[in-house]
């Protein structure tokens, strides 16, 4: 990362500067700091930044969870995350010694157990693969961002971070397929997390009957941009999210399709991270994946989410 990235002693527009990552998704922001005071022609321009890389990242010092929470305010008010509930549904303690936060709306996203040390399943997301997925899709009103600050990192690798265009996505989309969606919607499973994990206290579906979670359309308009975008959320092994008003077979043929063709390499970028790193990414517009982290290694992270609006259809 170059030296020159926060030197300034404060945020100005004369320092900020946004460079594209050449992908189909994602630039980085230099001459921003998160722990100093945001003008709010800084703000704009970060939210500008956003609206047209749908991926924004910056290095800087490592942030205190106050200054976490302000800097995720410049893009909306915050999202508590869907997943806490599950666990506190079962009387655990979601904030131990390894996640600690004042604010319900930081989430702790690590690879550490109950005995401090690094571990492949900790009841969350670990250190498993995490597939493409948009953040708390399972939920009625899905968070429109999240915001990913890294505080100990792997020194030898894993747990990289990709991202994909969700809009470019749904414009190269076969015009077979296109006419296939028109007006489609699919139920989002909410039993079992990213990593494949079943939820505390969660029964798995055995038919798409018990499939439990909130209805979406197939395409998105998003809210600030206007454009359209492909919302596929994640997919588990079956039964699992399914399109409305199909059969089981036709639903799993057309879902494989879709898939296939959003998870295109073409459509992506990869984030490496570094202790201080921060990236910021549109739920409404991107999917994101995470490579699995070798269990020798500590990997502790600090996520805010952004409140989102109710999913709204391009045919509605």
Same mark, same amino acid.
Request: with cysteine; net charge neutral; glycine share 8%.
């Given at each position: 990362m170059p030296d020159t990235v926060n030197t300034a002693t404060a945020n100005t527009l004369a320092n900020f500067q946004v460079i594209p990552t050449g992908k189909a998704v994602g630039a980085e922001i230099r001459g921003f700091n998160g722990t100093l005071p945001i003008p709010n022609d800084v703000k704009q321009a970060l939210r500008d930044a956003w609206a047209k890389h749908m991926v924004l990242y910056w290095h800087g010092p490592k942030m205190s969870d106050d200054q976490l929470m302000a800097v995720s305010e410049v893009f909306g008010p915050p999202h508590t995350a869907a997943a806490r509930k599950y666990h506190l549904a079962q009387g655990e303690h979601v904030d131990d010694e390894y996640m600690i936060s004042k604010h319900p709306s930081v989430s702790i996203i690590s690879n550490i157990g109950r005995d401090g040390k690094p571990v492949m399943d900790n009841g969350g997301l670990g250190s498993y693969e995490v597939v493409w997925h948009s953040d708390n899709s399972y939920v009625e009103v899905p968070?429109?961002?999240?915001? +990913?600050?890294? %505080?100990?990192?792997? #020194?030898?690798?894993?747990?990289?971070?990709?991202?994909?265009?969700?809009?470019?996505?749904?414009?190269?989309?076969?015009?077979?397929?296109?006419?296939?969606?028109?007006?489609?919607?699919?139920?989002?499973?909410?039993?079992?997390?990213?990593?494949?994990?079943?939820r505390p206290?969660?029964?798995?579906?055995?038919?798409?009957?018990?499939?439990?979670?909130?209805?979406?359309? +197939?395409?998105? %308009?998003?809210?600030? #941009?206007?454009?359209?975008?492909?919302?596929?959320?994640?997919?588990r092994v079956w039964p699992s999210n399914y399109i409305i008003g199909m059969s089981n077979a036709d639903s799993e043929a057309l879902l494989d399709k879709l898939w296939a063709h959003a998870t295109q390499e073409k459509y992506a970028w990869m984030h490496k991270w570094t202790e201080g790193d921060t990236v910021l990414w549109d739920n409404r517009c991107c999917m994101h994946y995470r490579t699995e982290i070798d269990t020798a290694q500590r990997r502790i992270m600090h996520r805010t989410t952004i409140k989102g609006d109710a999913v709204r259809a391009p045919w509605a």
């Amino acid at each position: 990362m170059p030296d020159t990235v926060n030197t300034a002693t404060a945020n100005t527009l004369a320092n900020f500067q946004v460079i594209p990552t050449g992908k189909a998704v994602g630039a980085e922001i230099r001459g921003f700091n998160g722990t100093l005071p945001i003008p709010n022609d800084v703000k704009q321009a970060l939210r500008d930044a956003w609206a047209k890389h749908m991926v924004l990242y910056w290095h800087g010092p490592k942030m205190s969870d106050d200054q976490l929470m302000a800097v995720s305010e410049v893009f909306g008010p915050p999202h508590t995350a869907a997943a806490r509930k599950y666990h506190l549904a079962q009387g655990e303690h979601v904030d131990d010694e390894y996640m600690i936060s004042k604010h319900p709306s930081v989430s702790i996203i690590s690879n550490i157990g109950r005995d401090g040390k690094p571990v492949m399943d900790n009841g969350g997301l670990g250190s498993y693969e995490v597939v493409w997925h948009s953040d708390n899709s399972y939920v009625e009103v899905p968070p429109a961002g999240s915001m +990913l600050h890294a %505080l100990v990192v792997p #020194t030898n690798g894993g747990g990289d971070t990709s991202f994909n265009n969700q809009y470019l996505a749904y414009e190269e989309l076969p015009d077979d397929l296109k006419k296939a969606i028109e007006g489609k919607s699919q139920v989002h499973d909410s039993s079992r997390n990213s990593a494949g994990v079943l939820r505390p206290g969660v029964k798995p579906p055995t038919t798409p009957e018990e499939v439990q979670g909130p209805t979406h359309p +197939l395409v998105r %308009l998003h809210p600030v #941009t206007g454009k359209k975008a492909l919302y596929l959320g994640r997919r588990r092994v079956w039964p699992s999210n399914y399109i409305i008003g199909m059969s089981n077979a036709d639903s799993e043929a057309l879902l494989d399709k879709l898939w296939a063709h959003a998870t295109q390499e073409k459509y992506a970028w990869m984030h490496k991270w570094t202790e201080g790193d921060t990236v910021l990414w549109d739920n409404r517009c991107c999917m994101h994946y995470r490579t699995e982290i070798d269990t020798a290694q500590r990997r502790i992270m600090h996520r805010t989410t952004i409140k989102g609006d109710a999913v709204r259809a391009p045919w509605a």
